[in-house]
């Protein structure tokens, strides 16, 4: 699956136009390289998101097209998560 369409099924990002502003400012690391949006996602792999002064690492669970918003979270298990803030 791609990239962008994983961030948006998985409501890890809202909207897919979104994740693939994310993708494109080199944002997402998939099992530490750079990632587009159009990068292929698959069970196992390690995404790290940087979300202004957080980041967010998750390991990708499962891969489905059609997903409620219920069953999202199941998608994904949350590593670590971090803040940015320099004090």
Do not use: H
Request: charged share 35%.
């Amino acid at each position: 699956m791609r990239l962008d369409k994983f961030l948006k099924v998985s409501r890890l990002i809202k909207r897919r136009t979104l994740a693939k502003e994310v993708c494109d400012k080199g944002r997402i690391q998939i099992n530490g390289q750079v990632a587009k949006a159009g990068s292929t996602v698959k069970a196992g792999d390690e995404l790290v998101i940087k979300f202004g002064q957080k980041t967010v690492t998750v390991r990708v669970e499962a891969i489905r097209d059609i997903v409620r918003k219920e069953e999202a979270g199941t998608m994904y298990t949350i590593v670590s998560e971090t803040s940015n803030t320099a004090e």
